[in-house]
């Protein structure tokens, strides 16, 4: 499986290195905080390509998450209602998730792409004590949303720090235009 890893806004530090030719070695460099992407694209007969983002479990970085899923919808061609759903359900699970994470914890989301649904994988090292709500408007808004919705929890349930509790939603294609169908087809 071949990957890429993106890692951005201060992606790489230069060295000088082939000077002569023109050419500079690039080293990765990746402060506490900044966010990294990686995408790969499995071998399989459906072409599934999944990307993954890490960043902090900070309130304050739930814009990048919203942003990579909202440009990732738009990217594989969802229809503007598709597009809206994926971003709330994203970032209703993220919020809610960043909420409990444990002192330091990643938030790590990877998204699978196919032909026919966007599914999102979100998961993060809780603290102790905390249980995800499950009967608020929130939960019931992703229920609404997504297509479907699975919690992964530690089978004993328990409620100790550094447990991982992993939220999975998938939103399926309709049979409408998508975004770059519309604009390609829509009169100026």
């Keep these: 499986m071949a990957s890429r890893i993106y890692r951005f806004p201060r992606a790489l530090a230069t060295s000088a290195g082939h000077a002569g030719l023109g050419v500079r070695r690039c080293q990765p460099y990746l402060p506490r905080g ?6 790969s694209r499995s071998h399989s007969a459906r072409q599934d ?20 899923a909202e440009a990732l919808a738009v990217l594989e061609d969802f229809n503007l209602d598709e597009v809206a759903d994926i971003t709330l359900a994203v970032d209703e699970v993220c919020a809610q998730l960043a909420v409990g994470a444990s002192k330091g914890a990643d938030l790590r989301c990877i998204f699978t792409l196919n032909d026919t649904e966007l599914s999102a994988a979100v998961s ?5 004590g905390f249980e995800l709500p499950r009967d608020g408007f929130g939960w019931h808004v992703l229920e609404t949303v997504a297509d479907s919705l699975s919690v992964e929890e530690p089978a004993h349930r328990s409620t100790d720090a550094n447990r991982e509790i992993t939220v999975r939603i998938t939103k399926r294609r309709s049979g409408s235009a998508g975004l770059a169908q519309v604009w390609l087809t829509s009169d100026p």
């Design 34 to 39: 900044v966010p990294m992407l990686t995408t």
């Design 49 to 68: 390509k999944a990307v993954e983002l890490k960043v902090p479990a900070e309130l304050d970085q739930l814009l990048v998450v919203r942003g990579v």
């Design 124 to 128: 993060v090292l809780v603290a102790e």
